[in-house]
């Protein structure tokens, strides 16, 4: 295409407290830490910084709060390129705040949801002339379900494809599955969906139960073993992993999810479109912190022209 793709991006923006540890405090005990960050994250938020370091124009409609993170938030999201003009600040609510233990490789999250609580079908109404304009609505389940819905009925009204990313998993309407073109959920999410196993031959069918529910295009991510896609015909296919050196996954759905949208919106084929948010994912993982880590759209581009 001509132009950049136009994306807009529904969801989240939380300030990720991240607090690393040699071992997770039991209840009531106390342990001394390692090192605290605070990084700027939320499932929305990751997403608009992925898509704009490809090269997308993206506009994010979301809420933070009138505190100190609230104001780093903003400087974030319009660092990396992406317009915020429909975020809302509030001053009487705090910002969005996950509290993350790392310990021994693994990780527990505590999410506060803080302003993206007051993300309402109104914000979503007072800015359909921005969907009206994208190529692709990305939305996430970080904010009421409600909101999402709103969203997804307004892009669909106005003739924009819907990007549903089924994070963090929670039952989903059938109406908001019959109004989503893409549905892109990890393994877990996919077999809590549908209550089937997403390993090995098994994958197909409970992708294929998401199209039977009213799902358009479906998309799971598999970690380091690529992607699966299954399209509007029921052609069902993979794309491998790429081999890097993993040092925090943190943030990589929300990079495959914004690569994902990017290549659609460029008119690419659904595998064409699978292989360059692969390259995304894995690219993302290289680095620490979840926006922070998101790659540009050279390094994307470099990755995706080698051989695996």
Do not use: Y
């Not at 295409?1 to 690393?20: A, C, F, Q, T, W």
């Not at 190529?135 to 494809?161: N, S, W």
């Not at 294929?208 to 598999?222: F, I, K, N, S």
Request: proline share 6%; net charge negative.
């Amino acid at each position: 295409m001509s132009r950049k793709p136009r994306l807009v991006v529904v969801g989240s923006i939380n300030m990720d407290v991240v607090i690393e540890a040699i071992r997770p405090p039991r209840m009531g005990e106390t342990v001394m830490g390692e090192s605290v960050r605070f990084i700027p994250g939320g499932k929305g938020a990751n997403q608009a910084v992925a898509a704009a370091r490809l090269d997308a124009d993206v506009h994010m409609i979301g809420v933070v709060g009138g505190d100190p993170f609230g104001h780093t938030l903003l400087d974030s999201l319009r660092g990396s390129g992406v317009d915020t003009a429909a975020v809302r600040v509030l001053d009487d609510v705090p910002s969005g705040v996950a509290g993350i233990t790392l310990a021994g490789g693994d990780n527990s999250i505590i999410v506060v949801p803080g302003a993206n609580g007051r993300l309402s079908p109104d914000d979503v109404a007072a800015h359909e002339d921005r969907i009206a304009e994208a190529d692709a609505v990305l939305l996430q389940l970080e904010i009421p379900m409600e909101t999402v819905i709103a969203a997804a009925r307004t892009a669909k009204r106005r003739g924009v494809r819907v990007m549903l990313n089924p994070a963090p998993v929670r039952e989903l309407p059938d109406e908001l599955l019959a109004l989503t073109d893409v549905i892109c959920p990890n393994r877990i999410e996919l077999e809590t969906l549908t209550g089937l196993p997403a390993e090995g031959k098994a994958l197909p069918k409970a992708m294929r139960q998401l199209r039977q529910r009213g799902a358009g295009q479906v998309v799971v991510t598999l970690g380091a073993d690529g992607a699966a896609f299954l399209d509007e015909r029921d052609h069902w296919g993979t794309e491998p992993g790429r081999s890097v050196r993993v040092v925090d996954t943190t943030g990589a759905g929300d990079a495959f999810h914004a690569g994902l949208a990017v290549a659609l919106a460029e008119g690419r084929s659904l595998p064409d479109a699978v292989r360059f948010a692969v390259c995304t994912g894995s690219l993302a993982v290289t680095r620490f912190g979840a926006q922070t880590g998101m790659p540009s759209r050279r390094e994307v581009d470099e990755l995706e022209s080698r051989k695996n």
